[in-house]
């Protein structure tokens, strides 16, 4: 149950702190939960069938994978939320950490990784 508060304590002050700054994009905390898992290679690439690939125009789908304890122990889930947090500042930049809410980021990066 910690990781899963955690996690989404996480998704939801980076939605918020992503809504304050540039962009027409209005983040939910599913949005960032799914950006964070794809771009964090904890996604399935799955081939499309022949009618999905002309619906879609696409070959593959990505379909974020679980993030729940039973698919990662805490070691792994500190090392996902410190991709997520690095992957936020190199997609979005520095203007992210301005927000309010930052400081609750670094006390989940601090509290999933042990204070590293």
């Not at 799914?34 to 009618?51: N, Q, V, Y």
């Not at 927000?99 to 990784?113: K, Q």
Request: proline share 3%; charged share 25%; hydrophobic share 45%.
């Amino acid at each position: 149950m910690k990781f899963h508060r955690l996690y989404w304590a996480l998704c939801t002050y980076l939605s918020e702190a992503l809504n304050s700054g540039p962009g027409d994009i209005r983040w939910t905390q599913e949005m960032v939960s799914d950006r964070l898992k794809i771009a964090t290679g904890r996604a399935d690439m799955i081939e499309l069938s022949p009618s999905m690939r002309r619906k879609w125009n696409a070959q593959i789908a990505v379909k974020p994978q679980s993030v729940s304890f039973a698919s990662m122990d805490e070691a792994e889930f500190g090392a996902f939320v410190e991709a997520s947090i690095a992957f936020v500042l190199t997609e979005f930049g520095d203007w992210v950490q301005e927000h309010e809410d930052w400081v609750h980021v670094r006390d989940i990066l601090n509290h999933a990784t042990g204070g590293q």
